[in-house]
């Protein structure tokens, strides 16, 4: 491994890759190290029997604004602009329609009230109204959208995601992994399978230790997920307790994603979805037969994909295909097969999903985005103040992470 550098790179997912792309062609010289033995963190994009499923991020969220969108479009990948089925139920199965619709008005009134009349407490639960008939479902999708339930969500933070969105979803046929993965500059040295054991910054230089040698380098970009940050599998300097525990305050939720693979004949249709139960807070929801290919991708949240780690993925495969059973009879059991499960909580090198805020801690975000002594600058979903949790989001603090350390070494020349 190269010994010195002038900008290392830690973490090689979409705002690692970014920062790599901003600096690549500066006459900087760059070296990004990555922990997993693959490129993206939590851009993957698997393929198993000739089904490319995406593990990690799938869809291209706020896609009119989303840069992602037009790099694919510049490097030839296809956009899928359809419009998304998440918010549709099939058939109305699992409940009458009377009861799905009141479910989605809960969900509306709820997320309304954020906005006209947040609560004091900045607790997310404390805008639902007390005896909601349908806070199961509100707390499966505060599972599924911030990986937490409503307890544990902050409301500024909700609001700030929310407001900032289109809410226009596109998706690439190829994958949202393969995309991001795809784009790695050339001319960047990566090191995988590189896991960071210590970070120094006791003399003029940063030092990286691996197990591979010790990398010294005039500015850092840190871009590893917050569950790294505040946690002990990298020895931090005590003179970064402030971004730990920012990172703290940032947790990462919970949330997986399930494949079943359709085998024979079955009644799914394709580009269609389905919600398990609405009285089950951990419940899975469907999306069934992306771009036509003959596989269910169930997306867990929160409790349910808490229950994947604690329970096993034979468990989650056969919780899932069980609801699938009760919403379109047995006929279906033979039909599915399971096929492929993310493990993003039980990933040292990750640990969860994407952030959310704890209550109170909004201002966590724009914290963990400070840089240190012009030398360690941070990027990361986490440090993006409204487009966390998103590629996207991701990509934009990598560059803005960028910016930051060329400026810095740029000035120490004058």
């Given at each position: 491994m190269?010994?010195?550098?002038?900008?290392?790179i830690?973490?090689?997912?979409?705002a690692g890759?970014g920062?790599a792309?901003?600096?690549a062609?500066?006459g900087l010289?760059i070296?990004?190290?990555?922990?997993l033995?693959?490129?993206?963190?939590?851009?993957?994009t698997a393929?198993?029997r000739?089904l490319?499923?995406?593990?990690g991020?799938?869809w291209?969220?706020s896609?009119?604004?989303n840069?992602?969108?037009r790099?694919a479009?510049?490097?030839g990948f296809?956009?899928?602009?359809?419009r998304s089925?998440?918010?549709q139920q099939?058939g109305?199965l699992?409940a009458?329609p009377?009861?799905?619709?009141?479910?989605g008005?809960a969900?509306?009134?709820?997320?309304?009230?954020l906005?006209?009349?947040?609560?004091?407490?900045d607790?997310?639960?404390?805008a639902?109204?007390?005896g909601e008939?349908?806070?199961a479902?509100?707390?499966?999708l505060?599972g599924y959208?911030?990986?937490?339930?409503?307890e544990?969500?902050?409301?500024a933070?909700?609001v700030?995601?929310?407001?900032a969105?289109t809410?226009?979803n596109?998706?690439?046929?190829a994958?949202y992994g393969?995309?991001i993965?795809?784009?790695?500059?050339?001319?960047?040295a990566?090191h995988?399978a590189?896991?960071?054991?210590?970070l120094d910054i006791n003399g003029?230089?940063?030092?990286?230790v691996?197990?591979?040698?010790?990398?010294?380098?005039?500015?850092?970009?840190i871009t590893?997920?917050t569950?790294?940050?505040?946690g002990?599998?990298?020895?931090?300097p005590?003179a970064?307790?402030p971004?730990?525990e920012a990172a703290?305050?940032l947790?990462?939720g919970?949330?997986e994603?399930?494949?079943l693979e359709i085998?024979g004949?079955s009644p799914?249709e394709a580009?269609?979805?389905?919600?398990?139960?609405?009285h089950?807070?951990a419940?899975?929801?469907y999306y069934?037969?992306p771009?036509?290919q003959?596989?269910i991708e169930?997306?867990?949240?929160?409790?349910?994909?808490?229950?994947?780690?604690?329970e096993?993925?034979?468990?989650?495969?056969?919780?899932a295909?069980?609801?699938l059973v009760?919403?379109?009879?047995?006929?279906?059991?033979?039909?599915?097969?399971?096929a492929l499960?993310s493990?993003?909580g039980a990933?040292?090198a990750i640990?969860g999903?994407?952030s959310?805020a704890?209550?109170?801690?909004r201002t966590?975000r724009?914290?963990i985005?400070r840089?240190?002594?012009?030398?360690l600058?941070?990027?990361?979903?986490a440090?993006?103040?409204?487009d966390?949790s998103?590629?996207?989001?991701a990509?934009?603090?990598g560059?803005?992470a960028a910016?930051?350390?060329?400026?810095?070494?740029s000035g120490?020349?004058?």
């Open positions: 190269t010994h010195a550098c002038d900008i290392a830690i973490g090689a997912g979409a890759i920062a792309r901003r600096l062609g500066r010289s070296v990004v190290l990555e922990a033995p693959r490129l993206g963190g939590r851009a993957w393929t198993t000739g490319s499923l995406d593990l991020c799938g291209l969220h896609a009119d604004r840069p992602w969108a790099i479009e510049t490097a296809r956009l899928d602009r359809r089925a998440w918010d099939f109305d699992g009458a009377a009861d799905w619709e009141a479910a008005a969900f509306d009134t709820w997320s309304r009230s906005v006209d009349e947040p609560p004091a407490s607790r997310a639960i404390d639902v109204e007390r008939r349908w806070l479902y509100l707390q499966a505060s959208i911030s990986g937490d339930e409503l544990r969500i902050s409301t933070d909700y700030a995601y929310d407001s969105s809410y226009l596109w998706r690439l046929p994958g393969t995309l993965t795809s784009r790695f500059p050339a001319d960047v990566l995988l590189t896991p960071v054991q210590r003029p230089a940063v030092e990286l691996t197990h591979r040698g010790t990398l010294r380098c005039r500015a850092a970009i590893v997920s569950h790294v940050l505040a002990e599998a990298i020895s931090w005590s970064l307790a971004w730990r703290a305050r947790p990462l919970w949330n994603k399930l494949f085998v004949a799914f580009e269609t979805h389905v919600h398990g139960d609405l089950d807070p419940s899975g929801t069934i037969r771009f036509d003959a596989v169930c997306f867990l949240g929160g409790a349910g994909a808490r229950r994947v780690l604690t096993g993925t034979d468990a989650a495969f056969a919780h295909t069980d609801q009760g919403l379109f009879g047995g006929d279906v059991r033979r039909a599915l097969r399971p499960a493990a993003w990933t040292p640990g999903g994407y959310h704890l209550p109170g801690h966590a724009d914290q985005a840089p240190f002594e012009e030398r600058f941070f990027a990361g979903e440090t993006h103040s409204t966390f998103t590629a996207h989001g990509l934009l603090s560059i803005r910016d930051e350390a060329a400026g810095a070494l120490k020349r004058q």
